[in-house]
């Protein structure tokens, strides 16, 4: 019997995490079924997925209408709801999670945007967190920030696991990946079992296309439009051979030898924004072993249904990657302005996401008294 794509790309080595989550997708089952059906192993949440749940949902209004009893303030609910998810969307995964050795079966959940510049303050809210959700199986999201780092750092060093978000550059990964050995050694220091921290790089894809085709088009010349939809694509290629060099290096090997894990590669935004181009380019083009990929329902659906899965089409393709890279730099399109331009914008989108979630639960507060 021929082996369905999800299967086959779990073959290759690829994690399938789901980038949703809501309470109404747990208590319907649906979580369970796409984890015996669909290869789905992990969960990944922002604000944006949370804002939408709530708003399109009856399933919270039980818990909101007794936070608005107890006089809970917009703030603080939103940590109940939004931890309790998690929590459950844990519970769910547990087995995933002892099957592949804490490996899969994750669930991430993003500190408050507003902290993004805030190293301490990000510190002290990955911790709480941590602490409240309390499930090994958990995922801290911190953005990969130059206040971010410093934080990461700390957050690994304590024996948190991270998920590390909003990398777009080769150059911030790399730092990302200092940033991830440096809280390894701390908490080598400490004395805290390796083997239990785990970590993802999650390096965006299709923003990049998004930002960098709109310039192409800009450019209108045959060179340049034949340059569409292939930034994405290399930029991801290249950052799984930075991964595969920081972490062959000694210092990486002295912290696997103790027990440590290296930090995954997680492939996020690979929704295809672009209607003409397949909608599994992302997932298709970047497949690597001990990569993870993070796809909303729609590009999973998609996968299942028809993707072509062929094994690596990662680790041959360095030297196109570059090309694609050197040949955008050529037309005059800066690859370190529009990776910095991603970054401030994907933050302003998780803010104003943010500000959506507490203006939902507030309303939905009022009320609910």
Do not use: C
């Amino acid at each position: 019997m021929t082996e369905n794509p999800t299967t086959a790309l779990s073959n290759a080595g690829v994690s399938i995490w789901l980038d949703d989550l809501s309470r109404q997708r747990i208590a319907s089952g649906n979580l369970e079924q796409l984890i015996a059906e669909k290869n789905v192993v992990g969960v990944t949440t922002n604000p944006t997925i949370f804002a939408g749940a709530l708003s399109q949902s009856e399933s919270y209004a039980k818990q909101v209408s007794e936070l608005a009893q107890q006089g809970t303030n917009v703030t603080d609910a939103v940590f109940e709801i939004t931890t309790d998810d998690v929590r459950d969307a844990a519970n769910i995964f547990s087995g995933v999670y002892e099957a592949s050795s804490g490996f899969d079966g994750r669930v991430s959940i993003e500190v408050e945007p507003g902290l993004a510049r805030d190293a301490a303050g990000t510190i002290a809210e990955a911790q709480r967190l941590w602490t409240k959700i309390d499930r090994p199986n958990v995922m801290i999201k911190i953005p990969a920030t130059v206040e971010g780092l410093e934080a990461i750092a700390e957050t690994i060093g304590a024996g948190i696991s991270v998920n590390v978000t909003l990398i777009f550059s080769l150059e911030r990964y790399r730092e990302v990946i200092n940033a991830y050995l440096t809280g390894l050694e701390k908490a080598h220091a400490a004395g805290i079992d390796l083997s239990t921290i785990h970590s993802v790089a999650s390096f965006f894809v299709s923003r990049v296309d998004t930002e960098i085709d709109k310039r192409l088009t800009e450019i209108g010349t045959d060179e340049a439009l034949a340059l569409k939809s292939k930034a994405g694509i290399a930029n991801a290629r290249l950052a799984y051979q930075v991964y595969e060099q920081a972490f062959g290096s000694e210092r990486a090997k002295v912290l696997t030898d103790a027990g440590a894990n290296p930090q995954r590669p997680l492939w996020a935004s690979t929704g295809v924004k672009d209607p003409n181009l397949s909608d599994t380019l992302y997932v298709t083009s970047l497949v690597a072993d001990g990569v993870v990929n993070t796809m909303p329902e729609k590009t999973l659906d998609a996968t299942f249904d028809h993707g072509d899965v062929t094994g690596d089409t990662v680790t041959g393709e360095y030297d196109d990657a570059n090309a694609v890279l050197d040949a955008l730099a050529g037309l005059g399109i800066s690859y370190t302005e529009v990776t910095e331009q991603l970054e401030t914008e994907g933050l302003d989108k998780f803010a104003v996401s943010w500000d959506e979630l507490l203006e939902t639960v507030g309303s939905a507060l009022e009320s609910s008294k």
